[in-house]
């Protein structure tokens, strides 16, 4: 993010693209609300009428899928309006001749058969959001990665802060508000194919040597090649590229698209090891499964999505034989011959975060000390921290300038036909977490809602099927088939259903399509076709839907029984 999460309440408008905060991230929902009341415009650009739409000066619902039309019409109308902010253009961006030359042809007219959305209502949203005091911030959340056209649409969302100037000042700009509480930690600390700590090249030999120095390794122990990514690991494994599979705080089978055909592509593996806090169905697949302490048991520093550093401390002592995931990776690499020792976590956060990333060197756990932050940049002890990103257009590009870079619009993949009539768009909900391993395990929580899940549909969609609020119905797609339960939803565009990926029996990853697009490799979750059924023989629905969980459970409880029961690996 270019700005910080507590400043977006001091924004003049803040424009939310394919974000859904109120249910994804309460604690920035908060920050949306006291923006409003303090003045703040709102714009809602989404399919679903999400709760945010309920306070918005404008609701766009864009149609699914569309978003690189529509961001490309947003464009052409701030340009065309005369919104431009052309000095700024001129002294801090590049390419802009270029890049008018493809946004020049999507005008909001003749996007409206792709968008859905209203000429004259998308030039008002374009004024809005280029004309506010004091910066208008632009989020966007999974409604944009998760489509094939992700990268495109942020290189179009970040054109566009450019070309409006509301990029480079205090509290404004682009926010990809990312998914959980440490996704950004996870990439800052280099759990990415492409980047040591710190977003350092692998591919740079100088970084190469910088980290092989400070592990004592020859260079030639670190790949200078760029990793693979988690979605490719299916097909990698048909290639024969990948035998080995080492699984960390992730459950692919029930959050990686069609999980049936991954499934399958694990059994494949000569050694599959899986480290979790939980049996996940991915771990009753395991051949060795490495169970951690979870983070009510251990320590350390979570990066916020606003690049903001915060320490966390242990309030209970591991159960078991549970271990710390640092103490796991530490000991499996002394087995494998390598000295990785490290007397505690703040050691780790000295020797491999601040002392190899410069950007990081100011973070102190003194600094972070109760509860004390620090915001990245922050490269010397003194430091106060980095809210806002880019003051003054000084972009951190070789040229000092941000590249305008535009995109022609296409269509997502698997569009709807005959068969498989509507989109199926996955997204989620208030109750739930991801795999849903933590929050499946509170029963306070799994009181509020239960298996086998919803699929939410518009009234028109259930009326034209039969369709009544919770009646058993039947969705399936080219991949699978399965049970769920309706919910007639007045906010479910009319074409499109939604699911949550938390459910086991009604899992929605049964059902999505493997494709990604081909930059990030992220996988098209989004947008499907589908077609839902309602279930002739209700009674038996529901048994069936019971009698699955149950099976499901049975399988991971005895899974779990049995790891109790083998002996300890020496
Ligand atoms: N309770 C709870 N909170 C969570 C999570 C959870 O599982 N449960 N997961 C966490 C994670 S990992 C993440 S990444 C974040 C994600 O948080 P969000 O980004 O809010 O995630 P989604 O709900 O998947 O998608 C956001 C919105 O995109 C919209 N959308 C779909 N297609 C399109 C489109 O074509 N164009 C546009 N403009 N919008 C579209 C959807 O209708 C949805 O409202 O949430 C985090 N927070
Ligand atoms: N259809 C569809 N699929 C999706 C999405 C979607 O919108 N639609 N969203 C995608 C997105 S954005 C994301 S981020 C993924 C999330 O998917 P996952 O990462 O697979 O799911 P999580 O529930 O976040 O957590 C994974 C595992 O980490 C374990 N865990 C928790 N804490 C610890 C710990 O401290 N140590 C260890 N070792 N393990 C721990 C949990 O028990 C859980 O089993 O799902 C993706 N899948
Ligand atoms: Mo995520």
Not at 32 to 53: H, L
Not at 313 to 330: L, M, N, R, S, Y
Not at 517 to 526: I, L, V, Y
Request: one cysteine or more.
């Amino acid at each position: 993010m270019s700005c910080g999460v507590p400043g977006m309440e001091d924004a003049g408008c803040l424009f939310l693209f394919g974000y859904n905060p109120n249910t994804s991230h309460p604690l920035v929902a908060r920050r949306v609300v006291k923006a409003k009341e303090k003045g703040a415009k709102i714009i809602v650009a989404d399919p679903r009428f999400i709760e945010t739409s309920r306070i918005a000066d404008m609701y766009l619902p864009l149609r699914n899928g569309s978003n690189v039309a529509f961001l490309n019409a947003f464009a052409n109308a701030i340009v065309t309006e005369g919104l431009m902010d052309e000095e700024f253009v001129r002294e801090h961006t590049l390419g802009f001749d270029e890049w008018w030359q493809t946004i020049e042809k999507y005008t909001p007219e003749n996007t409206r058969d792709i968008t859905g959305i209203d000429p004259g209502m998308l030039r008002e949203a374009a004024r809005m959001y280029a004309t506010a005091e004091p910066s208008s911030i632009l989020c966007w959340g999974m409604g944009v990665c998760q489509h094939l056209q992700n990268v495109e649409a942020v290189h179009t969302c970040a054109a566009i802060a450019c070309v409006s100037h509301q990029i480079g000042k205090p509290n404004s700009g682009v926010a990809p508000v990312r998914g959980q509480n440490n996704v950004q930690g996870a990439c800052d600390m280099g759990a990415l194919p492409n980047f040591f700590p710190g977003y350092q090249k692998v591919t740079d030999p100088e970084i190469r040597q910088k980290f092989a120095d400070n592990w004592n390794v020859p260079v030639e122990a670190l790949s200078g090649h760029v990793g693979y990514k988690v979605s490719d690991i299916g097909h990698l494994i048909d290639d024969g590229k990948i035998h080995a599979f080492y699984n960390f705080g992730e459950d692919p089978l029930q959050t990686e698209p069609d999980a049936l055909h991954l499934a399958k592509q694990f059994e494949r593996l000569d050694l599959f090891v899986c480290q979790d806090i939980f049996m996940t169905q991915t771990c009753a697949a395991a051949d060795v499964i490495l169970p951690a302490t979870s983070w009510g048991e251990h320590e350390g520093v979570f990066s916020a999505c606003d690049r903001t550093f915060q320490r966390f401390t242990a309030a209970v002592p591991p159960k078991g034989e549970c271990k710390h995931d640092w103490q796991i990776f530490a000991e499996v690499a002394e087995r494998m011959g390598h000295d990785m020792h490290y007397r505690d976590t703040q050691e780790i956060w000295d020797k491999e975060c601040r002392a190899m990333w410069p950007g990081a060197y100011g973070a102190t756990y003194e600094k972070m000390e109760g509860l004390g932050h620090a915001q990245w940049p922050v490269p010397t002890l003194d430091h106060p921290g980095t809210p806002d990103l880019f003051l003054g257009g000084a972009f951190t590009t070789p040229e000092g300038k941000a590249h305008l870079i535009a995109h022609e619009y296409r269509d997502p993949t698997e569009l709807p036909d005959e068969r498989y009539p509507l989109v199926l768009c996955t997204v989620r909900e208030v109750g739930h977490y991801s795999c849903r391993s933590m929050t499946g395990n509170c029963a306070q929580l799994s009181n509020l809602a239960e298996e086998p899940g919803y699929v939410h549909i518009s009234p028109a969609d259930a009326a034209a099927r039969g369709i009544k609020h919770e009646d058993m119905v039947w969705v399936y797609s080219r991949r699978g088939k399965i049970i769920t339960r309706a919910f007639v939803d007045d906010r479910a565009n009319e074409g499109a259903v939604y699911m949550t990926y938390q459910w086991w029996v009604g899992k929605c990853n049964d059902l999505t399509l493997h494709h990604v697009d081909e930059r990030s490799h992220t996988p098209e979750d989004k947008y499907c076709a589908v077609e839902v059924e309602l279930v002739d023989d209700q009674v038996w629905a529901e048994q069936h839907a019971e009698e699955l969980y149950m099976e499901l459970k049975g399988r991971l409880a005895e899974n779990a029984n049995a790891q109790h029961e083998a002996p300890a690996l020496s």
